[in-house]
């Protein structure tokens, strides 16, 4: 198992660090690699002796944004998930006995974004509206004008891309669309 285990971390450390951009700092003869998978991190530790570990993860600013330790280990693999956090680079800091491991990875959110499309109709008061999607949704459209006056409300079962032309007649100013998906996420299109 032992065995098992030190072959696997040398493969994961293999990708891990190529992934990973490599090490900014190494002090420690420890083994630590970082593994992606979606967005969770996973951190492959191995020391040649049992001790205490910290781990931290900092932000870009240098904002810790998480610690924990482990006592009496020589050994682990503990994933990390990134999904509540901005997009962006961030450092792991693994500590023991022997010294300090810094790796820096980049986490962006692996959601796509999706994006509304607003066309106006040369100078007259009719727009095209499209949104991209894949599947079966339940879209919201709201149509509002620059005070945040709401001019248009209406939910709709959509499968496939969504695309639809909204007539705005006697309107000054500029317009916004916000439509809303099942998941409660916002896409906005401004005139």
Not at 18 to 26: K, R, T
Request: net charge positive; hydrophobic share 40%; glycine share 8%.
């Amino acid at each position: 198992m032992k065995k098992m285990f030190l072959m696997l971390l040398t493969f994961a450390m293999v990708a891990g660090v190529s992934y990973a951009g490599g090490a900014d700092e190494i002090k420690s003869p420890s083994g630590v690699a970082i593994v992606r998978a979606g967005s969770t991190f996973k951190v492959f530790y191995k020391a040649p002796e049992s001790g205490k570990v910290r781990i931290s993860i900092f932000d870009e600013r240098g904002t810790r944004v998480f610690y924990e330790s482990f006592r009496n280990t020589d050994g682990f693999m503990r994933p990390y998930n990134f999904a509540a956090l901005e997009k962006g680079q961030y450092s792991i800091h693994v500590e023991d006995a022997n010294g300090l491991r810094i790796e820096t990875v980049f986490y962006a959110s692996e959601k796509p974004s999706r994006i509304a499309n607003l066309d106006r109709l040369g100078e007259s008061t009719q727009y095209l509206l499209s949104v991209p999607n894949k599947g079966a949704e339940t879209l919201t459209v709201r149509i509002l004008t620059e005070n945040g006056t709401e001019l248009y409300r209406k939910t709709e079962k959509v499968i496939g891309d969504f695309a639809r032309l909204y007539n705005v007649k006697g309107v000054s100013g500029k317009i916004s669309f916000v439509i809303t998906d099942k998941t409660g996420t916002v896409i906005s299109a401004i005139e």
